[in-house]
């Protein structure tokens, strides 16, 4: 088939274009990481020490990942995520930056079967809670609990339901929606999930309001001691 452009001086650009064309972008687009990223990254530089080393759950497209090793360069991030296709896109999102380890897979339900950094100063969570079953909650608790230094934080970055606040009513649609999805997701009570950390030796540091209607919360071990 080549041999019928035989005649085409300029054969080998078009080639090339072609080729590039064919290749498929490993690169999955989430509208809402590109949106939220800069909030979150805003908070992430606020509660977080200069330097350290994250464990990120659940990264997804890969989108979080590369905007928060770029925007911190003094910690060293782990993307990991339960789904294998994720894992090219994060790589292909973190492509260039020093900072940022291969993407692991890591489902928080398995025991991590691969060599992850461990203890590390944060573990980062978007978006996860909603989107799995309930297990996955204290899952990620105890992986934290685990995994986390003496003075290392959880932060989760979600909607959540609370008592003393309206639920928005974007967020009771949302909630409606993944529940007739698959009965096992839809939006957690932010008491339920705190209840799970309390029972794993982490408590809430802070609250932060976030746009649109999420929540960002900030995690500490309830005793910051190596034996705790
Ligand atoms: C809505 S996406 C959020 C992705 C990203 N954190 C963000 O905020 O854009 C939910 C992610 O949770 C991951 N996930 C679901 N169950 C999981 C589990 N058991 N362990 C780890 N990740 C899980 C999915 O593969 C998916 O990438």
Redesign the pocket.
Known sequence: MDAAHGGSTDFGHHHSLESERMTPDPRQH?P??ERNRVPILAQLQRVLPPTGIALE?????G??AAHFAAGLPGWLWQPT???PL?LASIDAWCDGLANVLPAVH????AAPSVSLPAPVDAVFC???LH??PWS?CLALMQLAAHGLSPEGRLVLYGPYLEEEVPTAPGNLAFDADLRERNPAWGLRRRADVLAQAHAVGLRLRERVAMPANNLLLVLERTVPSSDA
């Open positions: 989430s809402s990481a759950i659940a990264s997804g497209t989108q979080h995520d339960a789904e994720a890591l489902d928080v339900l978007a978006n996860m989107i799995a996955t």
